[in-house]
């Protein structure tokens, strides 16, 4: 290694060592803190982000990967200097497209809106979140203005979290699913007698459960914490150090901790794969909010809400719950996946989810660019769930206010969910066609050979390769909505009760 | 405020907030992380350390000190302002006298010579642990001589824990202390049939009761965490978030929770009790070690010892332990208190613990100054414990490996804990001038009076004054051994079996 790039490492590693401790500081407050802890804990975030950033956007930074990148010039191109080089010099770039004051600006104001919302959302009153939404998309769309004009300016949003990728290019997959997933919701069958789906689910055997899972799926005590917040997440301080949480309703199945901890374990996962060796530098996270969105979604639902998977794990779960003892397997699996027009997003099941997505797609981009006032977004809200779902939200609370993601700023994030969806099932093709009896080991409860898989083609890449080199690398063509339809088509076709 | 004073409070907050980060890291290592995070959570501290450090001793804050001394001269000296302003110069001097390279080198051996340390005591190998002693106490030794020569070069290092204190003042207090303490161990009655003190005490009974104590003393929810670690502590991150750990053992009451939790809660007590406004400042904090040792002393001992206090919590401890059910109130309160020659620090009672502290005060400058050879430790200390105690360790875990203050670099500190118990005694007879009725409020289970007296006489001034000044408002005068033996021997006597 060249001294230029030594150098180099350990420059960026003190900064993630900061960003680190960030999200140190970040999952406190949501798993541990005392609520008092409030009143100075935005301060210490705040500090130790501004320090992290000044640290990154120095001009010695930029200085030693210029050299850096003159001694790997020749190197092979995936090696992990030549990676390091190039995305961080990337990274380096935008960061210093964006004024100290503003990105102070933005942090504050995220901080002080999602207090709003939460407020807001609590008391229905969608006016009184106004002000702060009009003030929110004021300086977003300054933070466009601070990157060159591109074909949308939608697209300087979706490089946060989808580098290089363009807006027509997710307007193509979703032009393509509208359709089709309005129809299988159309299609779907009346629910049988589902009366068990409101429980009671017990806490403490929702996480006995929970935990068994993860153990299962590779997920161990040395190196994942599983703990209760109201709105789960992963995050993680290494590779060897993730933190996912759960939540646990006692009398909604759809809403216990077995499925959001199926969801975040995928995350962990991917997080826990990494290659040790980069850690500790800007390449040790996943590769892009899509390429994560598919991991969670492909052990949640792909593996998780699968016949084989309950095949497995039914037994214990029906005698961990009285509820369950006279359901029989098939009655159970058609309850956690027969699709439902819903209200909630993140509620949905997987055919209705896609359809929520769409709808924060389009808003989003009217609300920043197409001249749609924010007094006029609880209608258009409720016009478009009517079209696209078939049903219309009763308050603002089950409509536009449901989600936290506008008021912490949020825009350009939604679309990726649901891009991780289509993702998640060609990964998952392509993990069929090199282990073609997948389903027979998820049978006898057996994920050892499709995590190896997993962490072989995907997860210990980091942030190596751009998500789009990424997605060609581990499915084998660019992202591709049909089978991620087929699957759904598939999966609704076999939910009829015999 | 001067615009300066303004300037010099936001730089200082932001160098408080990343120590405040470090301390948030430190608490999660100790009592949340996975293991495997241990990997990274070294490198992540000493950034966040670095930066600190790095940030505070510039010569703009120095700048900034002097500039803002000329704005606060003539103010009120007891103004927070000016007691920033000084404390905060001090603060500066001394950081700015040590090498960045000498500081970062004690943080990295402190924390790999702690680990050497578990692995000798776990193995009884003091001389694995030698060569990092020796090494540690060359550390110490350039540490001294980057200040101006002191009166006794120990002074340099007692600054750090008990600002402006000298040796000969400790000596002088412990010279009085040495022979009474020693009488008093000897006079001690045999033990009573005492089988009960090696339980069972169920740990989840532990817990409610621990827990039920810090909250009548007024260590509510909102502000206070209760956790569990090897190795009780407290720690805060602001005034309004207190973190408290403590232990169970199920087999002996003396190391039951109840103490430890009594003892870290007074400790929390004070950092709860700061003025809100000194937060983010480096006055926000408990003024020196024994000060802060004389309040978990208070709470855990003079309080938490105290026949009144047994009289209000003993019906519910008796409740709660099968094994408590026919031990009358005077038993186990003479249990709680009788002096028995001990090996261990930590398990000592109030009267042995002072010998114990005599014993560490000695040895700790012979070996940074006084030519004891690291090979002789170990002779030496059992000699002086027989001198002391008139027992003899079987081998050194229970020797001069049992504690991990000297491994992470901790001379100095030791001399504290036992001030804090003089101290402590100093600051309850003042305490009673002022409320005659105490004991009786503690025999109701009321600690609000006292409480409100602590905060008010103490807890709320934080670091604005020096540890002298302070002792001197809370206690009404300097330091002084004659009330802790006057306690004692009280104590002592009324722990005659009827």
């Known amino acids: 290694m060249s001294e230029t790039v030594t150098e180099l490492r350990r420059e960026l590693a003190q900064i993630i060592d900061l960003r680190t401790a960030a999200r140190v500081l970040e999952w406190d407050q949501l798993v541990m803190m005392p609520r008092g802890g409030a009143t100075t804990r935005g301060d210490h975030l705040a500090t130790v982000g501004r320090v992290a950033h000044e640290l990154f956007v120095r001009d010695e930074i930029g200085e030693l990967l210029e050299a850096a990148a003159r001694d790997v010039d020749g190197a092979d191109p995936d090696s992990d200097d030549a990676c390091l080089v190039e995305v961080t010099r990337r990274d380096w770039e935008k960061a210093r497209r964006i004024p100290a004051d503003l990105h102070a600006e933005m942090t504050k104001l995220a901080s002080e809106s999602v207090e709003a919302w939460a407020t807001a959302r609590e008391n229905d009153d969608y006016a009184s979140f106004r002000p702060w939404l009009d003030r929110t998309l004021d300086l977003k769309r300054q933070y466009v203005a601070c990157f060159p004009p591109a074909d949308d300016p939608y697209d300087v949003l979706l490089d946060d979290f989808e580098r290089e990728m ?16 309005r129809e299988l919701v159309a299609a779907a069958d009346p629910e049988e007698d ?24 590779g997920a161990s005590n040395e190196f994942f914490r599983l703990d209760s917040t109201v709105h789960p997440f992963c995050t993680s301080f290494s590779t060897q150090d993730v933190r996912l949480t759960t939540r646990y309703a006692e009398d909604d199945l759809h809403a216990s901790s077995i499925f959001s901890t199926l969801h975040e374990a995928g995350h962990g996962l991917y997080e826990r794969g990494g290659d040790p060796a980069l850690d500790r530098t800007p390449l040790a996270t996943g590769c892009s909010s899509a390429l994560h969105e598919s991991q969670s979604r492909l052990w949640e639902n792909v593996i998780g809400r699968s016949l084989p998977f309950w095949t497995w794990f039914y037994p214990q779960v029906r005698d961990g719950f009285a509820v369950l003892a006279d359901v029989p397997l098939e009655v159970f699996h058609r309850a956690i996946n027969r699709p439902r027009p819903s209200l909630i997003r993140v509620d949905a099941d997987e ?24 007094k006029d977004l609880p209608e258009r809200w409720d016009d478009r769930m009517q079209e696209l779902v078939g049903i ?34 060609q990964i998952w093709e392509r993990l069929l066609a090199d282990v073609p009896d997948a389903y027979e080991q998820i049978e006898r409860g057996e994920f050892g050979e499709i995590h190896d898989w997993l962490r072989e083609e995907l997860y210990r890449h980091g942030r190596k390769f751009t998500p789009a080199e990424t997605v060609v690398r581990v499915a084998g063509g660019p992202i591709d909505p049909e089978p991620y339809l087929r699957y759904l088509a598939d999966k609704n076709a076999s939910l009829v009760p015999a």
């Open 166 to 181: 363009h807006t027509d290019e997710v307007r193509r997959v979703f032009d393509r699913l509208e359709p089709a997933l």
């Open 194 to 217: 589902e009366a068990f789906l409101t429980g009671p689910y017990p806490e403490q055997m929702q996480h006995e459960l929970s935990l068994a899972v993860i153990r299962a799926f």
């Open 351 to 374: 055919t209705t989810y896609g359809l929520h997505i769409i709808l924060r797609f389009g808003l989003e981009q009217e609300l920043l660019f197409g001249g749609l006032d924010t």
């Open 392 to 425: 219309r939200p009763a308050d603002d609370r089950r409509g536009c206010l449901q989600d936290v993601h506008w008021a912490g700023g949020l825009f350009g994030y939604f679309p990726t969910y649901q891009l991780g969806n289509v993702l998640s099932v």
